[in-house]
């Protein structure tokens, strides 16, 4: 759901024809692009370089940081970056727009209207600085991905409500949500129609 927030937030072409296509896994999708090779070729490790890259950049972590997260050198973690953001460009543009935004108005704020105060995106200190920055870029990405959990939890709810459940006595409930997976327990008979 990060994935997805991002991908509104920046309106990069490239990540929302990916996710408007339904289909695939987006770190091996990536790591196809980077490593310029068909998805099915692609190695365990590279998909997990993918994968520490992307949520890498989402949390605002250096190169030093990705690499180390990675298991691969600092001059691939550069690379990778490089390469990165040249397949998600406007996620580059998201990213240094929140930063100025930021350190013009001091706070960010989500699409659902969270908003988060960042005294310290004009600090002098530099690691001040550089901390209200990230959160600069990933506050608005971690709020929205949480709300629309939320949103989705009670929506579901409402549809399951008025679910016609084949076994009255055993129907659908919510049972959990982690992080963005939100768990059913469903009767067999209701399996179908609760998927779509």
């Not at 339904?22 to 994968?51: C, M, N, Q, W």
């Not at 240094?96 to 988060?116: H, P, T």
């Not at 530099?126 to 608005?140: H, K, M, S, Y």
């Not at 409500?161 to 997976?181: G, R, Y």
Request: charge should be positive; include cysteine; charged fraction near 25%.
């Amino acid at each position: 759901i990060e994935l997805r927030m991002a991908a509104i937030y920046s309106k990069d072409p490239e990540m929302i024809k990916f996710f408007n296509s339904g289909k695939g896994d987006f770190h091996r999708y990536v790591a196809s692009k980077i490593y310029k090779k068909p998805e099915a070729d692609v190695t365990k490790l590279e998909r997990s370089k993918a994968k520490s890259t992307t949520f890498g950049i989402l949390y605002q972590a250096g190169p030093n940081k990705i690499a180390e997260q990675a298991g691969c050198s600092l001059e691939e973690a550069q690379e990778f970056i490089v390469d990165y953001f040249k397949l998600f460009p406007y996620l580059k543009k998201w990213i240094a727009k929140q930063k100025a935004d930021a350190q013009r108005n001091l706070y960010v704020k989500s699409f659902f209207g969270r908003i988060r105060q960042l005294p310290n995106a004009n600090a002098s200190n530099g690691v001040l600085r550089e901390t209200a920055l990230r959160i600069a870029v990933n506050a608005p990405i971690q709020a929205d991905a949480s709300d629309l959990t939320l949103y989705s939890l009670a929506r579901i709810s409402d549809y399951l409500a008025k679910f016609p459940h084949a076994n009255p006595s055993e129907p659908t409930q919510l049972k959990a949500a982690v992080h963005d997976s939100i768990l059913l327990s469903v009767h067999i008979d209701d399996m179908e129609e609760i998927i779509k």
